[in-house]
């Protein structure tokens, strides 16, 4: 089956700590996003990549790096330098046949801070 | 970007057509209107996309006017399965991602 996964579903970190977020696809797409979500807010988006070897920063990429060696790969991680992390965090993909626009999400991860 | 708005709630009765209307008075020659629902702890799911007039598959509709400024999501015979977030967007979808805001909420009652 094709498709998007995400790891851990649920992730509890301690304040100070660094925490990667894994994303693989198998559906053979050139891009690849992650957004936050907050309780009753609508996506915000963190960084995204539309080719190997490159990322561009979304709208709040304070405090969160990303990678992108391999297609199907692109992990997220959160530093100690964001502030307020605990959230649910999605990954998606995407192709250029579909203009980019058609996303396809992951189940997401669930970040708790303690 | 081209910024949208659509209701932030709406409510429906089981075996209603539901339509969602989205304002983009701004919306650029080469977006592309799509709509995304999603369900409580999950990630959005596509539902349709269109340029202009009428697009139509299993799951909806979607009506644009001829000035594009608007557009209209229509969910023929809801259920309660279909109770979820609404999002619109507006992108060309090749040098800009997808902005996502608030969306509706849509409640379906038996």
């Known amino acids: 089956d094709g498709g998007i996964t995400q790891s851990p579903k649920y992730l509890f970190r301690k304040e100070g700590q660094n925490v990667t977020l894994s994303c693989e696809q198998n559906l053979n797409h050139d891009a690849m996003y992650w957004y936050r979500q907050d309780p009753g807010q609508g996506l915000r988006l963190i960084y995204y990549s539309q080719i190997v070897n490159d990322f561009q920063k979304g709208d709040i990429a304070e405090g969160y790096s990303v990678s992108r060696e391999k297609k199907e790969s692109f992990p997220l991680t959160v530093t100690s330098a964001q502030k307020n992390p605990t959230a649910f965090y999605l990954c998606a993909s995407s192709s250029r046949d579909r203009y980019y626009n058609e996303q396809f999400f992951g189940p997401g991860t669930r970040l708790t801070v303690l | 970007l081209a910024k949208t708005t659509q209701p932030i709630s709406m409510d429906s009765y089981e075996g209603q057509e539901v339509n969602i209307t989205c304002s983009h008075n701004?919306?650029?020659?080469?977006?592309?209107i799509t709509w995304y629902q999603q369900f409580p702890s999950q990630g959005p799911r596509f539902i349709i996309q269109g340029y202009k007039t009428k697009v139509t598959n299993e799951v909806a509709s979607l009506f644009i006017p001829a000035d594009r400024k608007s557009s209209t999501l229509s969910l023929p015979r809801v259920s309660l399965s279909d109770t979820a977030v609404y999002y619109c967007l507006v992108a060309d979808g090749r040098n800009t991602p997808l902005v996502f805001g608030k969306g509706t909420r849509l409640s379906v009652i038996a």
């Open positions: 701004n919306i650029a020659t080469n977006d592309y």
